[in-house]
């Protein structure tokens, strides 16, 4: 793991998550939502993202960094993620990086929570390999109340998204009391069932890997007296979207 810009707070290599095969995940820097449970907190403030000058430069010394690891992408069916953060708060960025990777013919990954205007995440998904949508709260008082933000554009674009045949995996936070309540959960199977061709989605149990960073910032945990689901929690919840016709996958 190595500190490399302002743009890009962390680049990991070797990584079996986020995506098929063995990646290099480049969380970008800059959330517009704030997550109670969000496991990279440092991550959210957008800070000196904006000094970033050279794109050009920059998108260069990034490609360079991904294609180390090319003989290992060849051989797990691997690629590069650009994860967060949001990379969608970075444009210019993200889609320069697409498309030098595109070019170079390694497998992307966009990692990204919805919340960006739709011109923006079409160009993006459009140019990316794969999409990872994570969907997490659908009633909007909710959301706004444990993200930050309002959910309306966020399902507005998924909606959009479903028309424009990119490939796309769904991804759910299982979040105790959060998102993990019956009302959400059911209201989430009825809108991808009635707006969304989707019906694989990958369920994120809630760990706590991310506590001691949260007291190292000194930011307050809103969720520090919540522990990861059960098993049969995440069983129950499995069912819930099984019985109404979904495939799930724990993990992802
Ligand atoms: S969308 Fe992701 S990166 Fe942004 S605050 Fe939520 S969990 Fe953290």
């Known amino acids: 793991m190595v500190n490399i810009t302002p743009s890009i707070f962390k680049i990991q290599r070797y990584s079996l998550h986020d995506g098929p095969g063995i990646r290099t995940t480049l ?54 993620t650009f994860s967060g953060g949001e990379p969608l708060a970075q444009p210019e960025l993200l889609l320069a990086l697409l498309s030098a990777c595109r070019e170079q013919e390694i497998h992307t990954c966009l990692d990204t929570c919805g919340f960006a205007p739709f011109n923006i995440l079409k160009a993006a998904s459009t140019a990316a390999d794969l999409v990872l949508f994570d969907i997490k709260i659908i009633a909007d008082q909710d959301h706004q109340a444990f993200t930050g933000k309002p959910v309306g554009q966020i399902l507005e674009n998924l909606r959009k998204l479903a028309h424009s045949r990119v490939p796309l995996k769904l991804r759910f936070p299982l979040i105790p009391t959060r998102t993990d309540t019956r009302d959400n959960i059911r209201q989430m199977i009825e809108f991808l069932r009635s707006q969304t061709p989707y019906r694989d989605i990958h369920i994120l149990p809630f760990h706590t890997s991310g506590e001691g960073k949260y007291e190292r910032l000194k930011i307050k945990n809103k969720l520090n007296h919540i522990c990861p689901p059960t098993k049969e929690r995440v069983e129950e919840v499995q069912q819930m979207f099984e019985v109404k016709g979904f495939n799930t996958t724990i993990g992802g």
């Open 27 to 80: 969380f970008f820097q800059g959330c517009p939502l704030s997550c109670q449970w969000c496991h990279n907190p440092e991550s959210q403030a957008m800070g000196k993202v904006s000094e970033v000058k050279n794109i050009g430069e920059l998108v260069e010394s990034l490609v360079r960094e991904i294609e180390r690891d090319r003989i290992f992408y060849d051989e797990s069916g691997g690629g590069v």
